[in-house]
């Protein structure tokens, strides 16, 4: 066969990461020679977090990890895959909600490219009620988001939240 390593990527915001993320990109991981998670540039128009902050986290992260990769993408995600080799797209299903729009997503990559596979795995069930906006609120409103995202999410939320607090002030 043509294909020696499979390289997947994980596309997203991750605005921030969370520990749902970790989880699909650790099975990812575990399934493909090589994974990257992918960056989606401008996904929204006031993340809480910078590009380079993202990618710095993901990074440390995943820093004892050699097959995972941290980059940044911008326009169609076929064309990145395609850009990158890559010939799978790795996604995570928390619920029924997901599912209407991963599909719609997975159905129109593969108009625009056949060769692209999108790859759906679940997380954890611990994880299955965790989106990064949610971890957003609570984590603004003083919430405690323990054990829901890496430590180091944790504290770089907890400093944006004094320095809001300080600011108002
Ligand atoms: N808790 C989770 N468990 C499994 N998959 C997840 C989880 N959170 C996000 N994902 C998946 O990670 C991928 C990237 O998602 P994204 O960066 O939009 O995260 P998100 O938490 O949905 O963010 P937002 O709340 O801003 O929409 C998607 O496939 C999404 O389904
Ligand atoms: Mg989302």
């Known amino acids: 066969m043509s294909n020696p390593s499979r390289l997947a990527v994980c596309p997203g915001s991750f605005d921030?990461?969370?520990?749902g993320h970790v989880d699909i990109i650790q099975r990812?991981?575990?399934?493909?020679?090589?994974?990257v998670v992918a960056i989606l540039l401008n996904a929204e128009k006031r993340p809480l977090f910078s590009v380079?902050?993202?990618?710095?986290?993901?990074?440390?992260v995943f820093k004892d990890a050699p097959n995972v990769e941290v980059d940044t993408f911008d326009g169609l995600l076929v064309e990145y895959v395609a850009r990158?080799?890559?010939?799978?797209?790795?996604?995570?299903l928390r619920a029924l909600a997901?599912?209407?729009?991963?599909?719609?997503?997975?159905l129109m990559n593969r108009h625009l490219s056949a060769e692209?596979?999108?790859?759906?795995?679940?997380?954890?069930?611990?994880?299955t009620y965790v989106s990064s906006r949610l971890i957003k609120e609570?984590?603004?409103?003083?919430?405690?988001?323990?054990?829901?995202?890496p430590a180091?999410?944790?504290?770089?939320?907890?400093?944006?939240?004094?320095a809001a607090k300080s600011y108002r002030t």
Do not use: C, H, W
């Open 98 to 106: 997901d599912f209407e729009y991963e599909m719609q997503m997975a």
């Open 52 to 60: 380079e902050e993202r990618v710095d986290i993901i990074r440390s």
């Open 16 to 19: 921030p990461l969370t520990n």
């Open 28 to 35: 990812g991981a575990r399934l493909f020679d090589r994974i």
């Open 116 to 127: 692209v596979e999108t790859v759906f795995m679940m997380p954890s069930e611990k994880y």
């Open 152 to 162: 180091l999410v944790e504290s770089r939320l907890a400093t944006r939240r004094t």
């Open 138 to 149: 609570v984590a603004a409103l003083g919430g405690s988001v323990s054990g829901l995202v």
């Open 84 to 92: 990158r080799q890559a010939n799978v797209i790795v996604r995570g």
